[in-house]
């Protein structure tokens, strides 16, 4: 059983940073391909951001490429979403996803509002 504890949400005006993290407790963290999603208010879930197992692979939406980085450290089970110049359309709730072969388990999220 995966679980993963999302943290690093909060308010931050437009043009600024948020470093989200990813705490996953498992066994066999490095075999997992990790990803971000985001749900912004009476929307649906969209991809965000993925990681390969072993981190060499990365994927964005194309609404946050040049300005998130997600990256992982296998050795603390975590995965990280660095968010920079964000804007106000960047305002949801961020959630983790953890997949292994067909399964996939989802995090309780973590609100991200940017406002001025």
């Known amino acids: 059983q995966v679980q993963l504890v999302e943290s690093g949400g909060g308010l931050v005006q437009p043009g600024g940073s948020l470093r989200l993290s990813c705490a996953a407790s498992?066994?066999?963290?490095?075999?997992?391909?990790m990803a971000w999603y985001r749900q912004p208010p009476g929307k649906q879930r969209d991809f965000v951001a993925r990681?390969?197992?072993?981190?060499?692979?990365?994927n964005y939406d194309d609404s946050v490429k040049g300005r998130f980085t997600i990256s992982r450290d296998n050795a603390k089970n975590t995965v990280y979403l660095q968010m920079n110049s964000l804007k106000p359309e960047d305002t949801a709730v961020y959630y983790c996803?953890?997949?292994?072969?067909?399964?996939?388990?989802w995090g309780q999220g973590t609100q991200v509002t940017v406002s001025s």
């Open positions: 996803q953890a997949s292994l072969y067909r399964t996939s388990t």
């Open positions: 498992v066994s066999g963290f490095s075999a997992y391909t």
């Open positions: 990681i390969s197992s072993a981190g060499a692979t990365t």
